[in-house]
T-cell receptor, first 114, second 113 residues
Framework: NAGVTQTPKFQVLKTGQSMTLQCAQDMNHEYMSWYRQDPGMGLRLIHYSVGAGITDQGEVPNGYNVSRSTTEDFPLRLLSAAPSQTSVYFC?????????????FGPGTRLTVL | GNSVTQMEGPVTLSEEAFLTINCTYTATGYPSLFWYVQYPGEGLQLLLKATKADDKGSNKGFEATYRKETTSFHLEKGSVQVSDSAVYFCALSPNFGNEKLTFGTGTRLTIIP
């Protein structure tokens, strides 16, 4: 049981490049989310999904796309990277069975956009 | 909207000192409240939680009580250890589902021997 895995761990992009951050979980969780962590701002929700085929926007969705074709995977796509997207990105999942549910976080991807 | 305010860090304490990290929140309805901890180089992990007023969450010697009258969820520990050095995040989830956590800015705690 690997929990929530994210790849890559580190990435450097040039402005305008595109890339996909991968997230997978093996706990059969329905809920998955993407957050970005910036100094002095805590974690902010980018996009989330409550099940395969269902996604919705969070607090800071601009510049990012997501899809959820399977329960296990929830990739985050940067269409045209900008320096403002330099951040640490965390994927999380939970089984969505109620208010007391715990979110499980991956180890993060540190992205730098030059 | 929902918001969480944490005390400014960083916080530096000596081993065996008493710890308090303040957290207050603004939310409609009756949110659930959480403390998450992030150790260096790792993702966040749940430390403790409380789902209704006057509930006390506890884990690893840490405690926090859900105070609706003061909209607070302060984290406390009676005797900290070097291994408690980490960043601590207060968070809430709305009363209709927990897929949309709102986090505070985090408080970096360093314990010196």
């Amino acid at each position: 049981n690997a929990g929530v895995t994210q790849t890559p761990k580190f990435q450097v992009l040039k402005t305008g490049q595109s890339m996909t951050l991968q997230c997978a979980q093996d706990m059969n969780h329905e809920y998955m989310s993407w957050y970005r962590q910036d100094p002095g701002m805590g974690l902010r929700l980018i996009h989330y999904s409550v099940g395969a085929g269902i996604t919705d926007q969070g607090e800071v969705p601009n510049g990012y796309n997501v899809s959820r074709s399977t329960t296990e995977d929830f990739p985050l796509r940067l269409l045209s990277a900008a320096p403002s997207q330099t951040s640490v990105y965390f994927c999380a999942s939970s089984n969505g069975q109620g208010l007391t549910d715990t979110q499980y976080f991956g180890p993060g991807t540190r992205l730098t956009v030059l | 909207g929902n918001s969480v305010t944490q005390m400014e860090g960083p916080v530096t304490l000596s081993e065996e000192a008493f710890l308090t990290i303040n957290c207050t929140y603004t939310a409609t309805g009756y949110p659930s409240l959480f403390w998450y901890v992030q150790y260096p180089g790792e993702g966040l992990q749940l430390l403790l939680k409380a789902t209704k007023a006057d509930d006390k969450g506890s884990n690893k010697g840490f405690e926090a009580t859900y105070r609706k009258e003061t909209t607070s969820f302060h984290l406390e520990k009676g005797s900290v250890q070097v291994s408690d050095s980490a960043v601590y995040f207060c968070a809430l989830s709305p009363n209709f589902g927990n897929e949309k956590l709102t986090f505070g800015t985090g408080t970096r705690l360093t314990i010196i021997p």
